[in-house]
């Protein structure tokens, strides 16, 4: 059997459910771990690779495949996608095209493609770290969304609703793209209305929708934190065919024609808008409530479909949801307690904690990361969404507050005076 090389970083959340789907299919997995550079002669990771620098990562995959046999290059994040891309096309395996990857990965270049291919979406204005915050303040309408040009997980995603909250916003958006060594930001219209998740698989620019998710929680602002998924979803069929038609536009406008996609979507009184598109499959954990045909995962179908093996998109009946545990505060992770009494809530399948204990936890806008996972499944959407509530009221973080360390110095003068 032909080799996987699966990109992604050590610490992903889906490199297990790849790893599951592999195992059963019986295909090998080579891990293309991002190593930091300085990294690279010491690391003990199968296939290292420096995710910033894309050629001479998809040269090591190449190499790789002179001598050991590769049936397919599958990203999990943007870095992954589109290295995958660029290497795929170069071993002549199938692929979206390298550019399309790049537009799926960076919000300008997206927005863009979707405005020239008159898909529904914002409107927006691109500025960078060198522009006025001042006068870009005074050049945009409110309410609107301020949002990373490439960050994910709504990273550094903040509403406006002026002039002066647009500049509180600003100064919490500076240090976090200097963090990222990313120097633009968007200012695009904020869409009211929900907000859904859709998952599919494109075979030649076709979209199999594999689930839409509801997103019950209103993502209104200031910040844009997900917390709960629920599949099917309760929207009218037509409104959910809307969705999928808008969806497989959004994708074609990219120029994605193969693998898996995550949409996000607003319902808007208009109609559906896209919010963005990702050549990957959804994130977390998040998967874990999808069962197909032959109970089958959402990792094997893109395995079955990567190595083109038959695949069915039917999803079994039940309803099946995910709540992404928020991070209520800043400060340090001491204790977890209610995690028996959340897994006994009826129709509760899953209690994941993944902060470690003692761990720093950063909230939105400044992190990326949640404290961990609950998965529910049940006869209807409302019933499991009902559990996951419930559950999540069961649990208690004991979160201390960060000590700051002062200086020898400066704990020095302060005694002092």
Known sequence: ?????????????????????????????VHGEDVPPPMLAKTR???????????RSVRRIVRFAEEHPVGA??????SGTQIAAQASRQLGLPHNDPQAAIAAGNKFLMRRRFARAGVPSPSFQRFTLKDDPRQVAGMVGYPAVLKPVSLAGSQGVMRLDGPETFMQAHQRLVPILEAERCAEYLVEDFIPGPEFALEGLLDAGR?????????????????????????????????QQSMAEVAAAAADALGLRHGPVHAELRLSPEGPVIVEVAARSIGGRCSRTLRFASDRSLEELI???????????????????????PIPR???????????????????????????????????PEGGSYLGFLYASGDTPSAVEAALRQAHQALHFEIAPELRVLSVRHHTAAHEA
């Open 1 to 29: 059997m032909k080799h996987l090389v699966l990109l992604a970083s050590a610490s992903s959340y889906r490199l297990d459910a790849f790893q599951r789907a592999a195992d059963r299919l019986g295909i090998p997995i």
């Open 45 to 55: 990771a199968q296939l290292p690779l420096d995710y910033r620098d894309h050629p």
């Open 73 to 78: 290059v599958i990203g999990l994040d943007d």
């Open 207 to 239: 979209l199999h929708v594999l689930a839409l998710f509801d997103k019950p929680d209103p993502l209104d602002g200031p910040f844009f934190e997900e917390t709960i998924y629920v599949t099917p979803s309760r929207q009218p069929a037509e409104i």
């Open 303 to 325: 395995l079955r479909q990567a190595f083109g093996l038959p695949f069915a998109a039917s999803r079994e009946s039940n309803a099946g949801g995910v709540m992404m545990i």
């Open 330 to 364: 800043a400060g340090i992770l001491k204790a977890v307690d209610g995690c028996r009494a959340a897994e006994a809530v009826p129709l509760i399948t899953g209690v994941d904690i993944a902060a470690p204990l003692n761990q720093r936890l950063v909230p939105l």
